[in-house]
């Protein structure tokens, strides 16, 4: 397949630290490519660079010709004022296409994307929902390729499984950085590690993340081997350099030489194999032997008359693990404030055990000064901490959390995301604890970091409660998980699957249930009526001739006829949308019929 975009040896540099340097990589058709690496390896800054919005220092990029790329920044950059509608028409004008056609897309993008109210200002737009109108920015374009930076951020697990499925089904190529490594396994057929310990500065394997991590383990593996056989051979060879100078006049040139290029290959092997070290994670337990650590009874919390969760019960003991679903604005950070004691329930109780150490890590890092240096932030009140009852020098402690002697001084402000979550993670296990309340921890880590907190993690000996939408982190860590469902209820489940399947939106749910069952399903209610029986018999079809209808009015939108005329475009629209809720108002019938009686 040919290139849409490919890297000829390019090198850029930040500040005094070298990103990447020579690298030469290609972008195809078909592309469906995760970007993965370490903090600071250089992910975002190549996206921007194949985007054409930053330059690199030496190098070639080379773009088709005729091809549409969009870039999908980490952050969004979309006006507060304008409307929702505004934001996608804006996003078409640079392409040529009729008044009729631009209006066409734009809502069809926004239905398909979920929005309901598309004259909402942006500013209403909670953080999952700008982060679905900059998506759908991206998407009404019809880009050949699309590069996405961290596209899951600030999306909830719905909506990481919304974007899951419009990638899958994509007509495009794409390329995206991303850091939950289940959404990669769903949506890439490539996986792409930019990392200084590959020969080549980046390691690529076809197939999916799981593909690409044994074979990882395998190259690391064997690149490791390879470092302690040449080391051992170097050694040899500079016993018998080293011998007394009647010996060194009678040896070969070429051996000397041979030594030298040796040297090379060690040290450049060394150099490789150090960039594969790890946060060193462990969370401190007091150990305690107390069975209940903390009880929650028939709790309840409302916000300006909203129910958030009610009669919720549950026990946390030593070993027990306990993950927390939902969407955005559920209450699930609210629930964990009233564990922690910051907040109290509005009925019920929270009995905690005596003299009971909980530690939280907030999602907002809000004790985190922007002003200290980083030296002040791992070791507030001197050159050393006490971590597992023994003093740790502030250079070693905060080479534990990969970071160089050279940026304690630096600002907490000028560290990125990522570094600015070690710190936090840093503080926590100075403390003991017996309960851990974890808001969101995985935010701004990489693959790397993320593992190293699970292994941390699983070693805990207290309990551990953990609001995430890292579906492979709660997979690997929690026993159970508490899920909302958006309106005051929270409900036990066995894992994240089971809230998914019991949280479908019930379109989705009653357009899998096959209307053909529906006079088999007669003989099984006991309270309908003859009449119910009789409607219920002939639904089918009256469901049938409805989405017939509504493939109509589908295919009117299409004609060049209605599309070149405004105010006839609107009209179908209208129409569109009418068919559209006779069908759903049929499903919802037909959905009250067949449970009637059970």
């Known amino acids: 397949m040919a290139n849409l975009v490919s890297c000829q040896s390019i090198s850029k540099t930040f500040g005094v630290r070298n990103l990447f340097a020579d690298l030469t990589i290609g972008f195809a058709e ?128 719905e909506g990481i499984l919304w974007l899951e499925k419009i990638l899958s089904h994509s007509p495009f190529a794409f390329v995206v950085i991303s850091h939950d490594r289940y959404f990669l396994d769903n949506v890439s057929n490539r996986i792409v590690e930019l990392s200084r310990q590959y020969a080549d500065g980046y390691l690529r394997v076809e197939g999916k993340y799981q593909d690409f991590l044994r074979r990882r383990l395998e190259l690391l593996s064997t690149q490791a081997k390879q470092e302690t056989s040449l080391a051992n051979k170097l050694r040899r060879e500079k016993e018998w350099l080293s011998r007394g100078p009647k010996a060194r006049t009678t040896k070969a040139q070429y051996r000397i030489d041979a030594a030298g290029r040796l040297k090379g290959e060690v040290s450049e092997l060394q150099e490789r194999n150090a960039h594969n070290k790890k946060i060193n994670i462990g969370f401190s337990s007091t150990d305690r032997k107390t069975k209940k650590l903390l009880e929650v009874h028939k709790i309840a919390k409302s916000y300006d008359g909203r129910q958030i969760f009610a009669d919720l019960k549950f026990t946390l003991t030593p070993g027990v693990r306990i993950g927390i679903l939902g969407g955005n604005g559920v209450g699930k950070s609210t629930l964990m404030h009233v564990l922690s004691g910051k907040l109290e329930p509005d009925q019920g109780t929270v009995k905690r055990a005596v003299g ?73 296990m100075l403390q003991e604890a017996d309960v851990l309340l974890l808001d969101e921890p995985t935010n701004d880590l990489d693959i790397p970091s993320l593992e190293v907190l699970e292994e941390g993690l699983a070693e805990f000996g207290g309990a551990l409660v953990l609001v995430s939408h890292d579906r492979f982190l709660l997979d690997s860590l929690t026993d159970y998980v508490l899920g909302f469902d958006g309106s005051g209820g929270c409900t036990i489940y066995g894992d994240y699957r089971q809230w998914i399947d019991d949280n479908k939106p019930k379109s989705e749910a009653k357009k899998k249930k096959p209307v053909k069952k529906a006079k088999q399903a007669v003989a099984k209610l006991k309270k309908i009526t003859m009449a119910e029986q009789k409607e219920l018999e002939v639904i089918e079809e009256k469901i049938s001739l409805a989405e017939e209808s509504l493939s109509e009015v589908q295919k009117r939108l299409e004609e060049p006829e209605v599309q070149s005329d405004s105010e006839v475009l609107t009209q179908v629209c209208q129409e569109m949308q009418d068919a559209q809720a006779a069908v759903d108002k049929l499903y919802e019938r037909w959905d009250y019929l067949e449970g009637k009686g059970k």
Not at 53 to 74: P, T, W
Not at 129 to 148: F, N, T
Request: hydrophobic letters at 40%; a neutral charge.
């Open 356 to 428: 009971l150490k909980t530690i939280m890590f907030d999602q907002k890092r809000d004790s985190l000064d922007p002003e200290q240096s980083l030296r002040r932030a791992l070791a507030p009140a001197g050159d050393s901490v006490v971590y597992a009852g023994r003093s740790v020098h502030v250079v070693g402690w905060a080479k534990r959390f990969l970071f160089t002697p050279e940026q304690l001084d630096v600002p907490v402000g000028r560290l990125s995301g990522g570094e600015q979550a070690r710190i936090f993670i840093a503080r926590l």
């Open 30 to 157: 078909g592309e469906r490519l995760g970007l993965i690496g370490p903090n600071g390896s250089g992910k975002s800054t190549l996206m921007k660079i194949l985007a054409g919005l930053e330059s690199q220092d030496e190098g070639q990029i080379f773009v088709k010709k005729n091809i549409r790329l969009v870039y999908l920044s980490q952050k969004e950059e979309i006006s507060l004022e304008k409307s929702v509608d505004d934001v996608l028409v804006e996003a078409l004008a640079h392409i040529e296409m009729s008044d009729a056609e631009r209006f066409m897309k734009t809502n069809q993008m926004l239905g398909k994307c979920g929005f309901q109210d598309t004259k909402q200002k942006v500013s209403l737009l909670s953080g999952g929902w700008l982060k679905r109108l900059a998506i759908a920015q991206a998407l009404v374009q019809e880009p050949d390729i699309l590069l996405m930076d961290e596209p899951t951020n600030h999306l909830d697990l």
